[in-house]
């Protein structure tokens, strides 16, 4: 059955639509390909700088200042905010002790924006406390049941262990989260961002 005459023209037009929207992209490519290669090495240069200054502020190295000024020099220059703000909380302590004072006008906008972002995914990059002696995976479990207030005994219910297994776990998560208590656990958890 042959198809109407209206069905292929309308057809023939979309295609013809999308083939000149093709030519068209190809030409402004071909036309600005300087323009688009210079955009893409910007955003190659700018984005590892603000993952690199949290890394090295992080391990404590001093050279996280440098890294962070870099990054927000060329953030600036191009009224780029996303590169930096996306870190979210992770990037506010930095922007707040990072000293760069080339334009405190972009500085605000850009803190601003982090703080938007730290509010949606405050969790996002949450940095893990030092603890002297690290807690084994083992010692991190009976952690989450003691910060949901779990007994002993349930604990011991819960993981398939033996009650003199649990009281072990237990008194060695105490010593190494430094607390006296049990009730004490959830607060140091917390500071600590273990949970």
């Not at 688009?36 to 001093?62: E, H, M």
Request: net charge positive.
């Amino acid at each position: 059955m042959p198809l109407p005459f209206d069905y292929l023209s309308h057809n023939f037009q979309g295609l013809f639509r999308s083939i000149r929207f093709c030519w068209i992209s190809w030409k402004f490519l071909v036309r600005n390909i300087r323009i688009v290669l210079k955009i893409t090495c910007w955003f190659n240069n700018i984005y590892p700088f603000p993952a690199f200054a949290l890394c090295q502020f992080r391990s404590g190295d001093g050279g996280w200042q440098a890294s962070l000024r870099a990054a927000l020099d060329t953030c600036r220059d191009y009224q780029f905010i996303r590169p930096v703000s996306q870190y979210g909380a992770a990037i506010l302590p930095l922007l707040e002790k990072g000293g760069w004072t080339a334009d405190p006008a972009f500085l605000d906008r850009l803190t601003a924006a982090a703080r938007k972002q730290a509010a949606q995914y405050p969790d996002f990059l949450r940095f893990r406390g030092d603890l002297p002696e690290p807690l084994s995976p083992a010692e991190m479990n009976v952690l989450r049941l003691l910060c949901h207030h779990k007994s002993n005994a349930e604990i011991g219910e819960i993981l398939g262990i033996k009650l003199p297994t649990v009281k072990t776990y237990v008194s060695a998560v105490l010593r190494k989260l430094d607390v006296k208590n049990r009730g004490a656990v959830k607060d140091a958890a917390l500071k600590l961002h273990l949970i």
